[in-house]
C-alpha cells in the first residue's frame, strides 16, 4: 500500500488548491501568506433577519474573488480542501464552530448540481466536520425545491421574491432543539442566510448563525 502511494504521489503530486503549484500540503506557504493577509474574522449582528449574526473570512477582494471563482465555475472542485486547511489552522474560528451542534450548507438545485457536478459549499462543510470531529454536518435537511437566478445577478430589490418558497425541510427530528450553523461561500445582503434560516427555524432549530469564507462589500448591480 506504501509503495502504491508513493508512486500515485509521483504520478499525481499534491498541489496547492491556490496556485496549482506542487507542494507537500494543500496549500503553499506563499499562498498562505496571502491569505492571512486577506483575513478579516469578523463578526456581524442581524436583529432584523432569522439568524442572529454570522462571521465572515476574507473580504471578496480581486484575490479571493479570483479563486472562488475558479472553485465554483472552473471544474476545480479540489480547492475546497485549501479553505478547509485555513479555517481549522484558525483558532478564533474553529471557537466559533465549537459552539454549534450542525453545521448545514446552503444546498443548490438539482439541476444546478447536474450543471456544476457538485456544490461548493457542501465540500467545505463535509470536510470541517470530518476534520474537527466535535461539530457534524447534515445535507438531507434543508433541499432547494427550485432552481432559481443566480443572486449575484439581482439587486437587493429583487433577491428576496427570487428565493420565495425556493427552500424546504425534510428530516425535522435532526435539527429541533439544535444550534445550526449555516455555511455558504459568500455573504452579499444576507438574503439566502435569511430564507434559509427562516424555514431552519420554522422546523424547530434553536438558534442559527451563518459563517461564510468571504463577504462581498459592494453590489455591483
Known amino acids: 500500500m506504501h509503495f502504491i502511494n508513493v508512486v ?21 506557504s506563499k499562498c498562505l501568506v496571502k491569505l492571512n493577509k486577506n483575513k478579516l474574522c469578523k463578526k456581524h449582528i442581524y436583529l432584523s433577519k432569522s ?14 474573488r479570483k479563486n472562488i471563482i475558479r472553485y ?13 486547511n485555513f479555517i481549522i489552522k484558525d483558532k478564533k474560528i474553529c471557537g466559533f464552530l465549537k459552539k454549534y451542534d450542525i453545521i448545514i450548507p446552503v444546498p443548490i438545485s438539482k439541476k444546478r448540481m447536474l450543471e456544476r457536478g457538485y456544490n461548493q459549499s457542501e465540500l467545505i462543510a463535509k470536510e470541517l466536520a470530518k476534520k474537527l470531529e466535535f461539530i457534524n454536518v447534515e445535507l438531507d435537511v434543508l433541499h432547494k425545491i427550485k432552481n432559481t437566478v443566480a443572486q449575484s445577478l439581482l439587486d437587493k430589490e ?3 421574491n427570487n428565493l420565495k418558497d425556493a427552500y424546504g425541510i425534510k428530516n425535522e427530528e435532526k435539527i429541533k432543539g439544535k444550534k445550526v450553523l449555516l455555511f455558504d461561500d459568500i455573504f452579499t445582503t444576507g438574503t439566502t442566510a435569511d430564507v434559509c434560516s427562516k424555514v431552519l427555524k420554522q422546523a424547530g432549530a434553536y438558534e442559527i448563525r451563518g459563517i461564510n469564507p468571504c463577504k462581498r462589500l459592494k453590489i455591483n448591480v
Open 72 to 84: 465554483k465555475f472552473n471544474n476545480q472542485a479540489y480547492r475546497y480542501k485549501s479553505f478547509v
Open 158 to 160: 429583487h433577491r428576496k
Open 51 to 64: 439568524f442572529f449574526y454570522h462571521m465572515y473570512i476574507f473580504k471578496y477582494d480581486d484575490f479571493i
Open 8 to 28: 500515485l504521489n509521483i504520478i499525481y503530486p499534491n498541489v496547492c488548491g491556490v496556485c496549482n503549484k506542487i507542494c507537500k500540503q494543500d496549500i503553499c
